[in-house]
């Protein structure tokens, strides 16, 4: 069983950057798709991207492209989400999770959910 750790929310201006980070444990993440997703307070969890075992295909939210970028390293077992151009409406706990395939961006397909890191984006 696969767990993940995500870190490096925080509070940040809008029109500022930040880094998440998804550390794995437990097993090698090595041949799963990979994906962030976000819930902000009373409201759903929604997709923001997802990337696939080689880092060769990744694929974003509308409200999220061209403002975040998602990569992995593999040899580090951890998954990154560059967040740029933040905005008041990116505040949300964020989530890493895990599915065999990339494509889907339903939060019902995806699994072993880590805990989450809060960004709080200010105006």
């Known amino acids: 069983q696969v767990q993940f750790e995500e870190s490096g929310g925080g509070l940040v201006q809008a029109g500022g950057s930040l880094r998440l980070s998804c550390a794995a444990s437990?097993?090698?993440?090595?041949?799963?798709?990979m994906a962030w997703f976000r819930q902000a307070a009373g409201k759903e969890r929604e997709f923001v991207a997802g990337?696939?075992?080689?880092?060769?295909?990744?694929y974003y939210g509308d409200s999220v492209k061209g403002r975040f970028t998602i990569s992995r390293d593999n040899a580090k077992n951890t998954v990154y989400l560059q967040m740029s151009i933040l905005k008041p409406e990116d505040t949300a706990v964020y989530y890493c999770?895990?599915?065999?395939?990339?494509?889907?961006?339903?939060?019902?397909?995806?699994?072993?959910w880590g805990q989450g890191t809060q960004v709080t984006v200010s105006s």
């Open positions: 437990g097993r090698t993440f090595t041949n799963y798709c």
């Open positions: 999770a895990t599915r065999p395939y990339c494509g889907s961006k339903r939060v019902v397909d995806f699994g072993s």
């Open positions: 990337i696939n075992w080689t880092g060769s295909l990744s």
